[in-house]
């Protein structure tokens, strides 16, 4: 399972996402993930791909204003359940 949360940062312009695998016992899986960043004047959402391959990861991702979605692997290509918020 997949735990994580996301900000935007207007002052440095960037977006942030934290990432915690949760799954019980052994080493933690690497899980190539996209996200999916719409913005209300483009018709098409922006991907993100990010790989995560530790306990706890945060990624940064530069952009020059909020989004206003946010989706975890908007085309499910990752089989795992996940929890995914604004923080």
């Known amino acids: 399972m ?3 949360s996301w900000h935007y940062d207007a002052a ?3 977006f942030e996402i ?10 933690p899986f690497r ?3 996209e996200v999916g960043l719409s913005f209300s004047d ?3 959402p922006r991907v993100a791909r990010i790989e995560l391959t530790g306990r706890r990861q945060t990624f940064t991702i ?3 204003r909020a989004p206003a979605t946010v989706a975890l692997d908007p085309n ?3 089989l795992m359940k996940a929890e995914f918020a604004a923080r």
């Open 2 to 4: 997949v735990q994580g």
């Open 12 to 14: 440095a312009k960037r």
């Open 18 to 27: 934290e990432l915690t695998q949760v799954q019980p016992g052994g080493e």
């Open 31 to 33: 899980l190539p993930i």
């Open 42 to 44: 483009e018709p098409r």
């Open 62 to 64: 530069p952009l020059d």
């Open 76 to 78: 499910t290509w990752t």
